[in-house]
């Protein structure tokens, strides 16, 4: 009798402890499961305040004023200084300049410092290559009283009326070509030869990005471009 109680017991228990064993591996399966969608839900979360914190890109804003200054070379900074204090533009002055000397025609315009006191220097010439020198004011636009040398030589005056009469585009229509395909401040134009001993305009364009000059030569009798450089210092 002993003998089968013994053995009957154990046969009853072991379902139970089975059953309570698979019923605690279940809890602990369906735990982790639960936990695991959560640290998922966690990571998703965190990964997209990650993402949403971190900009796309970082955009690149121009340089302050004092760095972009200190990159300026010393010709950059002398056209930063003077080409925004001329009110009057070329044009204007180079007809002030026309009209204080009776019966000329424009050679050359260049603006001119000092900073505190821009002008535009022009040098104008009658039909038979007499040259004299105006300076406008290139704020106001006022003519100065034209300065004429009494000692011009013969040769060159004869040159200058040649060139004069050869050159049937005019310094406008010169700088309007150039304009076209640069924008900026025309701070100088000049009647000039080419190689050939034709005729040509050099105009020169301030850009006030970077303040840089450039040259154009135009042929001075079909509006050519015979020549473009840009001066970077």
């Given at each position: ?48 305040a990650s993402d949403s914190a ?180």
């Open positions: 009798m002993s003998t089968e109680q013994d053995t009957s017991v154990p046969a009853r228990r072991r379902p139970t402890s089975l059953r309570r064993i698979g019923l605690v591996c279940a809890v602990a399966a369906a735990g982790a499961l639960v936990m695991g969608c959560g640290n998922d839900n966690d990571g998703a979360e965190k990964g997209a971190q900009p796309s890109s970082t955009p690149s804003g121009p340089a302050s004023p004092s760095a972009s200054a200190s990159r300026l070379t010393e010709d950059q900074a002398e056209r930063k200084a003077l080409a925004p204090r001329a009110k009057v533009g070329y044009d204007k002055a180079m007809t002030a300049a026309v009209r204080a000397v009776s019966g000329s025609k424009p050679v050359s315009i260049e603006l001119k410092g000092p900073a505190g006191k821009p002008g535009w220097e022009a040098e104008v010439a009658t039909d038979d290559g007499t040259e004299s020198t105006v300076r406008v004011d290139a704020v106001t636009g006022e003519a100065g009283r034209p300065r004429t040398e009494a000692d011009q030589d013969g040769d060159d005056k004869k040159e200058l009326a040649d060139r004069l009469a050869k050159a049937t585009v005019t310094p406008q229509q010169a700088a309007a070509t150039a304009t076209g395909r640069t924008k900026g401040t025309v701070t100088s134009v000049e009647l000039d030869d080419t190689d050939q001993g034709g005729p040509m305009w050099s105009v020169d364009i301030v850009t006030t990005n970077d303040w840089n000059k450039t040259t154009y030569d135009i042929d001075a009798t079909d509006r050519k471009v015979l020549r473009r450089h840009t001066d970077r210092d």
